[in-house]
């Protein structure tokens, strides 16, 4: 056992989160009093020793923990422990008190696996951190716990009465000691703390009830190889507890608990095997499946596992590993559903619902059902509730809250409530029209699977009637989505980054960028890569960035190339110009694209970054990259023939090269084509072209061109002389920083603008 944490925890790692099942739930083995009935218990001990030595139960749970029992005594009403804890390097004894709860049986824990019965052994630490007593309970939760059932999460709720409330408050003040040192170790990498943290959020004990919480401490776990936690990120991913609704995940979280020897997640992995839930549905290996495990789901229910009765009701209400009882099943899930179970509490109101119909004298009792279900977060009884405020069906029709339960329902991926919440959108009922998010809908329901064929007849038809998206791009989502297919992935992924036919959602583009990347395809990588780079729709990760430019790269997609290179030459999350340079020489060599890798080049060679300088060089290279089309090469090759670097000077073919960087817009060559023509350079003089171009420049923004504009009209050169429209475009120049623009305003008096 992993004990690399301080002594304090190593009792209370023991059960906390089951102390605080039996302070706060009062249910079970305790009945409503956890307190005065676990001190009433010292006769049990002598009624049971015939069908099992209870002795035998606490040294085995003992040996477990690693402590070492020295002796069993008798002493005042009950039976005490004097055992030794072993913690690393020190010992320490223990008399502990033994407790057996009266409604424990104990010759049917006798039957489970050593493995099993230990779960019905807890220790629960006291104020100085040391156990005082040894409980033997019916509460601990057989089997590790059994379903959350039928998809849902069984979170249960229960009601307590005012002194209950107060001893709970009490005994839970002991125990809150013990989640900080939970908080401490699962944080140091304990799985077992991670995964009783997961526990605790997961039921709201002693701390604000948190699913995603939950489900991140039981990812740690799990991810250590924790069978329990294993199981219950299986059962997060089916019930959408904390994370959306992915059964072929949940499916490999209850296999790998499987592989381990947990029988309940043996259960839940033949529940989904028999309704097809993430896999083929196979209905004989479900059977087959629960066959073998039926004798112990048996005993979990009558020791009043609550997932067991639900497991044991749905095996006799379908006749699956065992024989088809309607009877033994209701009641069954009617114990289970009284116990809290979200998903017995709706399975029974379906059970009645079948066999009588809502709007029947018994219609308030399904409806009670149903709401207890729905507010326990099952997904289905919170779409069936959508569904009878929707239609009116046994209460007063309101359409604001069919939609708010289909909303609940929909955001944790239940593809029935996508559908009715779509509707509500497309045809604006007890919401406003709103055919985008109508089309959302549609989609996150065509994306399930199992009510594919009528997403798509629904998104055919909002589709039509929305021209923003169009039949082209709708066929585009669903290639995607159905086919699996990397290129429509994305496209899609771009129609969310630039808001074309759907809303705007840098978030999604990222998610289908990445679904095309992981497929291999080079520009959902480059894509991807852009997106880590800018920090667009995923935090900044230029590391990344350069991962995925570089898998995009590998299979020679230009710009990824190029802005690997980048990378490399100005050291983000990667510094190296030569490896800039051998990429840029890559790309430029091979004489495609827009002449960008050309110019990078051609710019290494000028200054000679990862390379020895050599203008002539770069000269070559900025012809290449120029005539291709590139501003940048255009203006620099202007450059250099105006200067004569590299090559003989020629201003006529530097002021050619200008025109062509200008003409494409880029503002650096306007400015150089206004100068040019203001002073006649290459070209025959003319102010008013020179006005012309520095006019295009200041437009665009440069602050260059905005001081040049300003002083032509100060001097009027190539225009009407305006005092007023020079100092507007000194202005705009100094608010960018110009500091010729700002001095001109000092020089004339006129006080920058903040």
Not at 48 to 54: K, L, P, W, Y
Request: net charge neutral.
């Amino acid at each position: 056992m992993n004990r690399s944490y301080n002594c304090f925890l190593s009792h209370r790692l023991i059960v906390c989160t089951l102390l605080l099942g039996l302070c706060l739930q009062g249910c079970g083995s305790f009945s409503n009093s956890p307190i005065s009935r676990i001190e009433g218990t010292s006769n049990v001990i002598q009624q049971s020793s015939e069908h099992f030595d209870v002795k035998q139960l606490i040294e085995q749970k003992l040996t477990a923990e690693e402590w070492e029992l020295v002796s069993f005594y008798g002493e005042g009403d009950g039976l005490k422990v004097k055992a030794v804890e072993h913690n690393g390097s020190f010992s320490r004894a223990h008399d502990l008190v033994v407790r057996v709860a009266k409604d424990i049986d104990l010759k049917k824990v006798s039957r489970l696996s050593s493995e099993e019965q230990n779960r019905f052994v807890h220790m629960p630490g006291t104020k100085n951190g040391q156990p005082g007593c040894v409980i033997a309970s019916g509460g601990g939760g057989l089997l590790g716990g059994m379903m959350e059932g039928d998809m849902q999460s069984s979170q249960p709720s229960y009601k307590k009465n005012d002194v209950q409330e107060k001893e709970n408050k009490s005994i839970l003040t002991e125990a809150l000691g013990s989640i900080e040192g939970y908080q401490k170790a699962a944080e140091e990498g304990s799985a077992e703390a991670q995964y009783k943290l997961g526990v605790i959020y997961e039921e709201g004990k002693g701390v604000e009830k948190e699913a995603k919480q939950a489900f991140g401490w039981y990812y740690k776990a799990a991810d250590q190889g924790y069978a329990e936690a294993q199981f219950k990120l299986g059962v997060c991913y089916e019930s959408g507890e904390g994370v959306q609704i992915d059964y072929r995940k949940a499916i490999e979280c209850y296999q790998k608990a499987t592989d381990q020897g947990k029988v309940i997640a043996e259960a839940r992995l033949a529940y989904m095997y028999y309704n097809g839930y993430g896999i083929e549905t196979d209905e004989v290996k479900a059977n087959e499946m629960l066959q073998g495990i039926s004798e112990k789901i048996q005993v979990g229910a009558e020791l009043g596992d609550v997932d067991c009765q639900y497991m044991l009701g749905w095996m006799h209400d379908v006749g699956v590993g065992m024989g088809k009882d309607d009877q033994r099943a209701f009641e069954w899930i009617q114990k289970a559903a009284e116990q809290g179970n979200a998903a017995a509490q709706y399975k029974v109101g379906s059970m009645y619902s079948r066999k009588y119909g809502l709007s029947t004298c018994v219609g308030k009792e399904i409806l009670k059902w149903f709401r207890k279900a729905a507010e326990g977060g099952n997904t289905n009884a919170q779409c069936v509730l959508g569904r009878i405020y929707e239609i009116g069906d046994g209460v007063e029709k309101d359409e604001r809250k069919a939609v708010e339960w289909y909303q609940k329902a929909a955001e944790r991926g239940n593809e029935n409530a996508q559908i009715n919440l779509g509707e509500m959108y497309e045809n604006g009922r007890g919401v406003g029209p709103d055919g985008q998010k109508a089309i959302e809908c549609y989609i996150q329901a065509f994306k399930q699977g199992d009510v594919r064929h009528f997403a798509e007849n629904r998104l055919t038809s909002v589709c039509l009637r929305n021209r923003k998206i169009g039949k082209e791009k709708l066929k585009i989502f669903l290639k995607a989505i159905k086919e699996n297919d990397a290129d429509a992935q994305n496209k899609v992924g771009l129609m969310y980054e630039n808001g074309d036919g759907v809303k705007k959602d840098e978030r999604k583009a990222v998610e289908w960028y990445q679904k095309g990347a992981e497929q291999g395809n080079a520009t959902a990588q480059y894509n991807l890569g852009l997106m880590y780079e800018g920090g667009r729709g995923v935090e900044k990760d230029e590391r990344k960035a350069v991962e995925w430019y570089q898998v995009a790269a590998e299979q020679e997609y230009e710009n990824a190339e190029i802005n690997l290179g980048r990378m490399y030459e100005k050291g983000d999350g990667v510094k190296d110009k030569e490896k800039a340079v051998e990429l840029y020489r890559k790309v430029a060599k091979r004489g495609r694209g827009s002449g960008e890798a050309q110019y990078n080049l051609g710019r290494m060679y000028e200054k000679g970054d990862g390379v020895k300088k050599d203008k002539e060089e770069a000269v070559k290279w900025y012809q290449e990259g120029a005539e291709r089309g590139d501003a940048n090469a255009e203006i620099n090759l202007g450059r250099m023939y105006e200067k004569g670097d590299g090559v003989k000077k020629d201003k006529e073919k530097a002021v050619k090269w200008y025109r062509k960087g200008a003409k494409r817009g880029d503002a650096n060559a306007q400015i150089n084509l206004g100068r040019m023509y203001e002073k006649g350079d290459g070209v025959e003089k003319n102010k008013e072209k020179a006005v012309k171009w520095y006019r295009k420049g200041a437009k665009r923004g440069d602050a260059n061109a905005q001081y040049n504009l300003g002083r032509m009209y100060e001097k009027g050169d190539g225009v009407e002389k305006n005092k007023e429209k020079a100092v507007e475009w000194y202005q705009k120049g100094a608010e960018q920083g110009n500091i010729d623009a700002q001095r001109k305003l000092k020089a004339l008096g006129v006080k920058r603008k903040n």
